[in-house]
Structure formats: C-alpha cells, structure tokens
C-alpha cells in the first residue's frame, strides 16, 4: 500500500490527539489522557518545541472506513544522556489496525532513527508495557536491547500531589 511519512503540521493535531487516544485504548489506560489537541498545537508548535512529530499518511482511496488519511504517528523529543550526550526519546509509535503489517511502523521507527542520528544523538530510547509482546518482539526484531532485562532499570514518575509536594519543598532562592 502507498503511504507517505511525513513532519506533522499543526493542522495534524486532532489526527494525532485521535491516535493517542486510540493508542491508550490499546493499552488499556484510557482514563489518562488528558491532552487536548490544543495543547499539541501550542506544545509542539511554538518557538522551542516540547515535541516533535510524524505522521503517516495514505491516498484518499485508501483512506480508513472511518474516512482518515493520516493512519499512523511517531511522537518523540530530545533528551540527554551524561554518559553519551544527545539522545531521541520516542514517546509514542502508532498504527491504526487496519493499516498495520504493511511496513507503516516500520518506516516511522526507522525516520525518527534517521532524525536522530542526523542531530547525532547516540541512542533511540523508549518505553513499553510488559504485556505488549507483539511491540516488544518488533523493536527485539529491530534489533533493540531490553535494559529491564540486561540493566534492571525501573521507570519512575512524579505526579499529581506528590510532584506539588516535593516542588513546594524546593529551597526558596
Ligand atoms: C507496533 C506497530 C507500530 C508496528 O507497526 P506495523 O505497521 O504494524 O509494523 P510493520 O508492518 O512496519 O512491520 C515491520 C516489520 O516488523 C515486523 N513485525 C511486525 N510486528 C511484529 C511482531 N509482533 N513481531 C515481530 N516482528 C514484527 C514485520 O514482520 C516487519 O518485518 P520485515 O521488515 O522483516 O518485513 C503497530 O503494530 C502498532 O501500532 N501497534 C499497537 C500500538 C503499539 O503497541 N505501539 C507501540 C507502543 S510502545
């Protein structure tokens, strides 16, 4: 099937917020998200970028039976690694079912590879649940490393309450 892959535009953002939403469906979780499109247009359209994003895109005639064009998305940032300096950071890869097995992810995963290793970064990092086989064993086939299982890292967040409480313990300048 033809599709093209291509820097996503601000006109793409409910494209995206659509396919986040689906993506969170797929992972069962839903209930978290709480980003409208707006805040992609203002986030990952602005002076200094929180973002970058791209997106895959089929001719009319191929379009989804629900009528869309823009089937697939890659949603990454830069990061930095103290042992290997710059790095890209894939937040979220995505096809939607109908269009998946047709080398659509597989075109995405290797751009963002190709946009990071044209700002040199030394490292592609991402995350994904323990239960996503079919994802585990795509970026295993890809040649990824799992560092859960070489390197034991766990993945950590702050939120809610107790980001506010442990920034409102921020020594006072
Ligand atoms: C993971 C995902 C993006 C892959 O996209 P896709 O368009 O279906 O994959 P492709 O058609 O590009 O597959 C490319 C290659 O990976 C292989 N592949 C695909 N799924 C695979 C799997 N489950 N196991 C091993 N190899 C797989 C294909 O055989 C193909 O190999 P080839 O290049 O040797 O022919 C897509 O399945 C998806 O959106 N899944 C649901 C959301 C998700 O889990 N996202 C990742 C969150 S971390």
């Not at 247009?41 to 001719?59: H, K, S, T, Y």
Request: hydrophobic share 35%; proline share 3%.
């Amino acid at each position: 099937m033809d599709f093209r892959v291509r820097a996503s535009t601000k006109e793409d953002c409910r494209d995206i917020s659509r396919m986040i939403m689906e993506l969170a469906v797929y992972e069962n979780m839903p209930d978290q998200v709480k980003i409208s499109h707006e805040e992609l247009e203002r986030d990952g359209f602005c002076q200094n970028p929180f973002f970058e994003c791209l997106v895959a895109e089929v001719p009319e005639e191929h379009k989804s039976k629900d009528g869309h064009t823009v089937v697939g998305y890659a949603l990454y940032f830069y990061t930095y690694s103290t042992w290997r300096g710059r790095c890209i950071y894939l937040e979220d890869l995505y096809v939607m079912q109908e269009f998946r097995g047709k080398g659509i992810g597989k075109s995405l995963l290797s751009k963002v590879a190709a946009v990071g290793k044209e700002k040199q970064c030394a490292r592609l990092n991402l995350s994904v649940l323990d239960w996503n086989t079919p994802s585990r064993d795509f970026y295993a086939a890809k040649g990824a490393q799992d560092l859960t299982d070489s390197e034991g890292w766990h993945f950590i967040r702050f939120d809610g309450k107790n980001l506010d409480s442990l920034a409102n313990e921020a020594p006072k300048d």
